[in-house]
């Protein structure tokens, strides 16, 4: 069976981008950035991207590309007994971060149809947790699923569904080539329309103005590293499928700097509209920017509808605000269906149609127990554990499977041959010790907070049951998986080195 092709290399860029560029790039940066240093967080930020992200990027596109695979496949190329890592990273990822990652989605769909009559009343807070989400106490009291959700997500599914079906040539290189030009195009809109709103400069000033004293805290370094390992999909099997469907000669190294450099660039430009908003309401309201600015979904959903009806021709904003989500979120949400797609005819030879459509509906099922009203608790604590320990664990195992049990340089070398811009005995420090101490603080981190006190104040017996029970679940599975026997033999083949 031949393995398909990008049409072209701008299609697969275009692909990557729009797997990197999710709905974090719009809500989560700015608000690090503000709460960080402002434009003194830049700094972190760069070195970040230039010795963690870039380099990780590199990585995954030569793993994939080298080793002709999705994650599972091309990990057991490396080392036979490593399989379980690619199914664990695509694992977690399908039935786990998309499962409720179309829901927010969901609600994107939602709130940009409620966006032409500012359909969310006078109060969007009480909107959107009473009436929207109807919240329940905690996640054990789910209660009922909210219909207008569930018609949403129906929608995303139906969508997701219909692109990666099509293959990549047909689906996936398409849809990114329309979506996201028309995402860049609605985001300049959205810039260009928030800078020229009264008290914009305010906003822009509270999220660039440098506060260089904020680096000699460690956690703003440690943020940054953060932010550079989630917003460039690295860790979840993406990049690595996505690379196998490029042809031989390929210029890796270049492809990812400009992964690297585009999404990025996407997020700082962005974090302009977000802040500009920001400076309007608090100009609107006569209060300081640090009590409208609010992080995440309270941006999305609170901040952004509170300004968008206040505003001249806000109904108007608010759908083009939405309907870049709604683009940024299906551009990632595919590229995570595809990377478990892959996996699975990698290994089984099974019908890519028929193993699309039964993924999407497991998918569909899966997601439903985040439209209950007890939805936003489940998220942000599956959210929490896969994210902040599913990948990072996943990162870690990657650089020490490639590059202490592998010889990196047969993949430094295979990228030097065919890119613009050579890696030199550099790039193997970052890999096999500079990353992945940086990701094993971060996880320390993480694991000392969690300790300390429960994430959040939910109890332990949530905690444990929806986060680390997700989290270990996955794990069993991927060894599991990786233990049945290859139904195809591409697996006994090497890499494009040995060829």
Known sequence: MKREQWKSQFGFLLAAVGSAIGLGNIWRFSYMAYSNGGGAFLIPYVIALLTAGVSLLILEFAIGHERIGSAPLAYAKIRHNWE?????????????????????????????????????????????????????????????????????????????????????????????????????????????????????????????TPDFSKLQEPKVWIDAYSQIFFTLSLGFGIMIAYASYLPAKTNITKNAILTAVINSGYSLFAGFAVFSVLGFMASSQGKPISEVVTKSIGLAFVAYPQAVSIMPGGNLFGAIFFLSLVIAGISSSISIIEAFTSAAVDKFAIDRKKLVSGVCALGFLGSIIFTTQAGLFWLDIADHFLTHYGLVVVGIAECVLVGWFFNLDVLRKHVNKISSIHLGTWWNFLIKIFIPLVLGIILVGDLYSELKEPYEGYSWAALISIGIDWVLLTFIAAIVIAMRPWRTDYHKSGGRSED
């Open 84 to 208: 379980w890592l690619g199914w664990w990273a695509v694992i977690f990822v399908m039935f786990g971060i998309e499962l409720y990652y179309v829901v927010i989605i969901a609600w994107c769909l939602n709130f940009f149809l409620l966006s032409f009559d500012l359909g969310w009343g006078s109060d969007p807070n009480n909107f959107f947790f009473k009436e929207f989400l109807v919240l329940s106490d905690g996640p054990a009291d789910i209660g009922q699923i909210r219909t207008p959700i569930l018609a949403s997500l129906i929608a995303v599914w139906a969508l997701n569904w219909i692109i990666v079906y099509r293959g990549i040539r047909k689906g996936i290189e398409i849809a990114n080539k329309i979506f996201m030009p028309l995402l860049f195009v609605l985001t300049a809109i959205l810039v260009f329309w928030a800078l020229s709103l009264d008290g914009a400069i305010d906003g822009i000033k509270a999220y660039l």
